[in-house]
């Protein structure tokens, strides 16, 4: 239904930017006119995302039109604060990724620009669409939109160990797709039309056995998405995409799919007061808790830049899906907001492994003595991601960290405050040996000078990491957003 001068706004915002894929392959042989297609859709998608702000920060939600496919069965779109919140990051993250992506392709010469700037488009469709999906129908169909599209990102360098990566991508993420199939065609027969509820929707005196099951298709459908151990596996192995991929899969768009549908399922379907009756609360943080130390403790093991990134994503993800179990107020709110504080800190460091490998063609951490002079602006952003992902104090990471700690003892769970203390000691382990080794150590060699197309993103995304650290609500309310959709997920839960 037209809801802002007759536009459609949360469709608008999933079709401009598919909308944008096709004016980039439309305009493929003049690479200026297709960079500018990407970057105008992208203007497009979070300007429209971001006029919905008023509404929702008041309380409020955005309709959309629903398209019936069968009778009791509709797409279904409606913006709330949760998904409105993962709507923004992937929308300004998506235009900040743009700029560096042209940069970063063109010093790399790499083949089939189009294609990857196309793919990139869909998947932030996609992506759109599932923040805004109403009904899990609807959340499934975007889902599986977005492993399909991803795929040519992460297999688009076309060497065998991209084609195999690739190639392990598509045979976790659909099979896993098959278990979150037969989940929500189960949950339809239990309630028609599967809308989306805040505190859940599964109808009274659902039996437990029912519960549970339903929980184990959830957990794996979606968990191998959210790098859930052990179904973690594809994560490290499609790190042999070029590094912007690398950052819409950890920071924009794939597994923060995953960690979002985590919420969407424990404070939508499930909700928490039956996750807790049924004891699966306790079963899904233990889950998250021993995915966070064992993606730190794997991290150690990588000299490799990216996939090291890549393990500390297993863990980080997990402080989400530790917050949807915890299940209080302040737990979801520091899950949500890890969703904004995680996209701002990774995609800084995984833009800084992309221009340290542009100008210095390094990616074994031993390898990185001396870049901070050599790269001051690369490596100072990289050291503020560090920081932020280790939990220190006025950083991002730090608020959202803080908050998980007081709903781990709120829900009283306090042990989950050791191994968010243990994680945080173990960030430190594996990120800040990087960060001397660039500063105090000989460098290893001469070193292109840093070019503004790769330099001014990380910068201005180590900024905004900063800025949420001291001011968490500055700009468009991301801290409100995550606070208000806690409240209307656990309510007066403590």
């Known amino acids: 239904m037209p809801d802002f001068l007759g536009v ?15 004016l980039i392959r439309l305009f493929g042989r003049f690479p200026t006119i297709r960079e500018g297609c990407t970057f105008g859709a992208g203007v497009a998608t979070l300007t429209i995302v971001a006029t919905m702000l008023p509404v929702v920060l008041g309380g409020g939600e955005v309709e959309s039109s629903s398209l019936p496919l069968v009778p009791g069965v509709s797409l279904h779109l409606r913006v709330d604060s949760l998904g409105l919140l ?24 790499y083949t089939n620009q189009t294609g990857y700037f196309a793919s990139f488009a869909v998947c932030v469709s996609a992506t759109v669409g599932l923040a805004f999906a109403a009904n899990l129908l609807t959340f499934f169909l975007f889902y599986e939109v977005l492993t399909l599209a991803t795929y040519p990102l992460v297999a688009h360098n076309r060497t065998a160990s991209a084609r195999a990566g690739g190639r392990k991508y598509l045979v976790y993420t659909l099979t896993a797709g098959q278990l979150l199939l037969l989940a929500v065609v189960w949950i339809h027969s239990l309630v028609p039309g599967g809308e989306f509820q805040a505190g859940g929707m599964l109808p009274p005196g659902t039996p437990s056995w029912t519960t549970t099951v339903l929980f184990i298709l959830f ?9 859930i151990m052990p179904l973690h596996g594809w994560l490290p192995a499609a790190m042999v995409a070029p590094t912007p991929v690398s950052a819409l899969l950890h920071a924009v768009a ?26 699966l609360d306790t079963v899904l943080a233990l889950l998250a808790g021993t995915t966070i130390l064992f993606g730190s403790v794997r991290a150690l093991g990588e000299t490799h830049l ?11 993800l997990s402080y989400i899906v530790l917050g949807a179990a915890l299940g209080s107020v302040a737990a979801l709110a520091g899950a949500m907001f890890h969703i904004v504080a995680h996209g701002f800190m990774k995609i800084t460091m995984f833009f800084c492994a992309g221009s340290i490998y ?13 870049l901070g002079r050599q790269m001051p602006v690369t490596m100072t952003a990289f050291a503020i991601g560090a920081a932020g992902l280790a939990g220190t104090p006025l950083l991002a990471g730090f608020v959202s960290k803080w908050n998980l700690g007081l709903g781990a003892i709120a829900a009283g769970h306090g042990l989950f405050v050791a191994v968010l203390v243990i994680s945080g000691l173990l960030n430190l382990a594996y990120l800040f040996p990087i960060v001397y080794s660039a500063f105090f150590e000989a460098p290893h060699g001469e070193v292109r000078r840093e070019r503004w197309t790769l330099t001014a993103p990380l910068a201005l995304t180590a900024f905004v990491a900063i800025l949420l650290g001291v001011m968490p609500d500055v700009g468009v309310g991301f801290y409100q957003l995550a606070w208000n959709a806690a409240v209307s997920v656990a309510g007066g839960t403590p």
């Open 254 to 279: 794939v597994v923060k799919a995953g960690a979002f549908g985590c919420l969407r399922v424990v404070g939508y379907v499930f909700g928490v007061d039956l996750m807790r009756s049924v004891g």
């Open 8 to 22: 459609d706004r949360p469709l608008a915002a999933v079709l401009v930017s598919l909308a944008g894929a096709g």
């Open 219 to 227: 957990v794996v459908g979606i968990g191998v998405k959210a790098g």
């Open 86 to 109: 993962f709507a923004l990051v992937a929308a300004m993250l998506w235009l900040i990724t743009s700029v560096y992506s042209v940069g970063y392709m063109r010093a790399g010469n």
């Open 358 to 370: 542009t100008e210095s063609h390094r990616d074994d951490v031993s390898q990185f003595g001396g």
């Open 306 to 316: 990216k996939r090291r990134l890549a393990y500390s994503t297993v863990s980080q």
